[in-house]
């Protein structure tokens, strides 16, 4: 019944807007993530990602404070918190690989990370495509599940990529019993395999609002 009284009534739109503003700052600190990750100017882009998960942060706490304002939503108020949150806690876990690459003072990458950062921006591009589109859930909803599915095989590629970049790891630095080299590479691999987890976490909401609403 809820659903019906929400299509009949004016929608407060702005959300969107928030949403394509949110969406932007996750793709551009993705397209950072990567360039450093081929070890091109990894200090200037570490920086960028920071101040791109400031913005996303503040654009996060203005749609809190829309959903508990806004009268009619254009979805459900529980999916629109956890579509936005979802979607920072993406550029948050770019944020925390920044922190771990300025800790141990990182400048080069494995070949391996630098597919995955290829991988982060192909989801990040999908969950950009796919959040204009939620303003008609009913007209896109195949594309929006197409979107979804994508984001979940590019998430099955970094897992791969993630384990295979542990085994070289381990080839490489066991041996020798360079222990810290092998646990520092190790953690950057779990944080850039934990960014690509959390896109699949935006797909299952993109998901669950479609269903819900169709």
């Keep these: 019944m809820m659903s019906i009284f929400r299509k009949l009534m004016p929608r407060e739109d702005k959300f969107f807007e928030m ?11 993705a397209h950072a993530l990567d360039q450093l990750l081929k070890g091109n100017e990894v200090e200037k882009n570490c920086e960028l990602i920071v101040a791109l998960e400031n913005d996303a942060d503040d654009i996060t706490r203005d749609v809190l404070l829309a959903v508990r304002r806004s009268f009619i939503t254009p979805f459900d108020r529980g999916d629109i918190k956890d579509l936005i949150q979802s979607m920072d806690d ?12 300025r800790l141990f003072e990182q400048s080069g990458f494995d070949p391996l990370m630098q597919q995955m950062g290829g991988e982060i921006v192909k989801a990040a591009n999908l969950m950009s495509e796919a959040i204009p589109l939620l303003n008609k859930v009913g007209t896109n909803a195949h594309r929006l599940a197409a979107i979804a599915e994508e984001i979940t095989r590019v998430e099955g590629r970094s897992d791969d990529l993630h384990d295979q ?16 080299a092998y646990m520092i590479g190790s953690e950057i691999y ?5 960014v690509v987890d959390r896109f699949e976490d935006v797909a299952n909401e993109i998901s669950g609002i479609v269903i819900e609403n169709v």
Excluded: C, N, P
């Design 90 to 101: 993406a550029i948050d876990m770019m944020h925390k690989t920044v922190k771990t690459i």
């Design 190 to 194: 779990g944080e850039l395999e934990k």
């Design 165 to 180: 970049g542990l085994k070289d790891l381990y080839r490489r630095h066991g041996a020798s019993g360079d222990a810290m």
């Design 19 to 29: 949403f394509s503003q949110h969406s932007k700052a996750v793709v551009a600190a």
